[in-house]
Each structure stands twice: as C-alpha cells, then as structure tokens.
C-alpha cells in the first residue's frame, strides 16, 4: 500500500471548517483514500473512502486531486468532539474474496478543536 | 457504540504470565482483525480472521496467537508477557473482509504489564 504524510497537528476554529491535508504521491490507480479518526485512545472510527471522485457523507467530505497525488477530508463545521487524531490510508482492495485488508495506520493529523 | 465488544477492558498482570483477550464481532460480521497501539509503535495490525480461518497476518510476534470460533467471536492469547507488550489491544470487524467494506473498532482492551 501506498505511503502517506500528514502535517503532525492543526488547529481549527469551532463552527468553521476542518480541512486535513493528505499527500498521497504513490498511490497507484486501483489503490483508494481512507479516512478514520480516533477520539483519545477510544477506538478508530471510519469516515469516509473515495477512489478518484469526491465523496460526501453525514460525517465529512472527501476531495481527492485529478492526479490522485493527493486528497484533502473536510469536516464543513467543526465541533470540539471532533478534537481527535485523523488517519490517512491508503490501501488496496481486493474484489475476488481472496484478498486481506487490514490498515496501515500512519501517525496521523492531530486535529484541535478550539471554542 | 461501533457494536463491537471487548472484554475486559482494562488487564494487568506481571511478566511472563499469560492473558486472553476476548472480542465480539458485530453481527453479521464474518472478518475480526486485531491491532496493537503502544506510545512507540502507534497502531500496528496483528492479525486478520475470516469465518474461522486465519486470512492475514501482521507484525504478530510468536508469543501471541489468536482464533476465531465457529460463533465468530475471536480470543488474542498473549503469553510469556514482557513490560514491552503493553499497550492498548482493539479488536475490528467487518463484513467479509475485502471490497468496500470499512472496519469496526472496539473499545479496546488496556493490558498493562508489570
């Protein structure tokens, strides 16, 4: 799988938006973006995934670049239970039911909600 | 609440003792992955279950093992324990394991070795 990086720590104002960089710049064309974030030690917690077209959900948005080389995740208005680390992944899925899929965890984005 | 459940949540022992870990996958989760998170080492994958067998294996050292029985609940069996080994253990589950299927976290077990 693909490496990423991830500035170490941000701060975002509450009731603004979030955006978390991730630079990505290996990734190959069947490798897709996975966002996941952990609450102080509770366990991960997926977001959202996107493979080259942006992607929404109820949680946040996933905008990844035309050359895949990179991908920023959105959070539109910030709470302080968004205060967390955020993990970029970058992996590979399999489609014939043979493959495995565990994730490669980073060091991630600590992300600091301030009031 | 991800629907996965660990028990017990917080584990201290003494080194070279033996202790299990227990997980329940969400229902109708077929695949159950352990992770090691220690302030060192950040969160390592350990080893992934698919319907009982064994599908993957990580950065597992020899002292542990683990296995997933036919009602799909899964044990981490850590033995021979060193002050190194502790750390915060979560437990994942997911549908089948491949595809689309994102991962669920347990709350985790804290194993602290003394």
């Known amino acids: 799988d693909a490496k990423t990086t991830q500035p170490p720590s941000m701060d975002c104002a509450e009731g603004r938006a979030a955006n978390l960089p991730c630079n990505h710049s290996?990734?190959?064309?069947?490798?897709?973006v996975y966002w996941y974030r952990q609450i102080h030690s509770q366990g991960p917690q997926y977001i959202i995934h996107?493979?080259?077209n942006n992607e929404t959900n109820e949680m946040a948005s996933l905008i990844i670049t035309e050359d895949r080389k990179s991908s920023t995740l959105i959070l539109p208005h910030a709470t302080l239970r968004d205060t967390a680390v955020y993990y970029c992944?970058?992996?590979?899925?399999?489609?014939?039911?043979?493959?495995?899929?565990?994730?490669?965890f980073g060091k991630g984005t600590k992300l600091s909600v301030i009031p | 609440d991800s629907g996965v459940t660990q028990t017990p949540k917080h584990l201290i022992t003494a080194t070279g003792q033996r202790v299990t870990l227990r997980c329940s996958p969400r229902?109708?989760?077929?695949?159950v992955y352990w992770y090691q998170q220690s302030l060192d080492q950040g969160l390592q994958f350990l080893i992934q279950y698919y319907n009982g067998e064994e599908r993957a294996k990580g950065n597992i050292l020899e002292r542990f093992s683990a296995q997933q029985f036919p009602d799909l609940h899964s044990e981490l069996n850590l033995s021979s324990l060193e002050l190194g080994d502790s750390a915060l253990y979560f437990c994942?589950?997911?549908?089948?394991?491949?595809?689309?299927?994102?991962?669920?976290f347990g709350p985790g077990t804290r194993l602290t070795v003394t």
């Open positions: 229902s109708g989760d077929l695949s």
């Open positions: 996107g493979l080259k």
């Open positions: 290996t990734i190959s064309g069947n490798e897709y």
């Open positions: 992944i970058v992996r590979l899925d399999f489609y014939s039911g043979a493959g495995s899929y565990q994730l490669t």
């Open positions: 994942a589950s997911s549908y089948v394991g491949t595809g689309h299927d994102e991962q669920y």
